[in-house]
């Protein structure tokens, strides 16, 4: 506990031309190894146009001095935003995240954020340095999504410093981002332009890319699914596994039931749900052949492990082009 201190602190005046009031005062801080220490501050009050006599600018500094004095105010972290990332936030808080996660905050904190904010002291990451990186991302022609991701990382990591009390609130949360641009929705693909699709894919992109269409599962959930999640008597299956480059999780709580509940639907209910019933009990039958432990077995094994991205650039990217259609982006593929 940091011994209360009562002070006033001193007041000078500095400058030839145009005389300023200059005040200093001691402050309680953490140092990088976690000792306590006392620095001491040094700011100007103002000129001494806007204050004439000593007694009013002291009045000024006694209301600086306040928050200090009343013993409310907690002592300041001396580490950067590096500093606390690389030992502390990176080995203890990242590994708790999903492996998606830990990959894109690894990649926004490299790019983006340490070069922006690295050799700042904790306190010093102000609302105001935040709201002006934030813009300046945006002119730079980054998307409203791409800045809201970083608004996001940068949110985590101070919420783990305000959570460890190096700061008293994460200034993250005093930010707002501009109201998102209207943009045209993207292009479906019409039903004529999938058949052509289908009859260009190869087997078992063909089937991959039929149950992407009948079924509405994203591709890290298709490749994740297993057949202990596809009732076909009662004509159902449910998300409970996704892989994204060959490792698997489980998807968020919310997401599982309005996943599974939206999959679930479409199977009843959909006109095409005969041809997807179809081809899983094709696979169904051609694995009990193999094996009889087909229940546990992934239902697309040859991709299970590998990237999405690069399955769909394989197997979508070359026959988008030869039926003529534009290349589909990694987003409009999911």
Known sequence: MVRRRYQ??????????????????????????GTMGRVRRSIVIGTVAEFTTYR??????????????????????????????????????????????QKHYKYILKAHL?????????????????????????REDYSWESVHHFRCALSKVLGSVEEWNYLADNPVRKTRLPRREYKQERPILAPAQVWRLMIA???????????????????????????????????????????????????????????SHLVQKLFRFSPFFTRGLIILALWFFQLVRVSPCAAGISCIVICSLRAKS???????????VIVTLRCWTLQERR
Not at 13 to 23: D, F, M, N
Not at 310 to 318: A, D, R
């Open 56 to 101: 009013l600018a002291m009045h000024a500094l006694s209301e600086r001095l306040r928050l200090l004095n009343s013993g409310r105010q907690r002592p300041q972290p001396m580490r950067t935003l590096t500093d606390f990332v690389q030992k502390d936030w990176e080995p203890v808080v990242l590994p708790t995240l999903k492996y998606v996660t």
């Open 310 to 320: 690069s399955v769909c650039q394989e197997w979508l990217g070359i026959p988008c």
């Open 8 to 33: 006033r602190g001193s007041l000078f005046k500095r400058g030839k031309r145009e005389k300023i009031w200059v005040a200093r005062w001691w402050e309680d801080v953490i140092n990088a190894d």
């Open 201 to 259: 894919l190869p087997e078992p992109a063909r089937s991959v890319a039929m149950l992407l269409v009948l079924t509405g599962l994203r591709i890290g959930e298709l490749l994740a699914l297993r057949w202990k999640s596809v009732d076909l008597g009662a004509q159902t299956l449910r998300v409970r596994v996704i892989v994204y480059e060959g490792h698997f999780d489980t998807p968020k709580q919310g997401e599982v039931h309005a996943r």
């Open 114 to 138: 340490i070069p922006a904010f690295g050799e700042f002291r904790l306190p010093d990451i102000s609302p105001e340095a935040i709201q002006n990186f934030l813009l300046t991302k945006l």
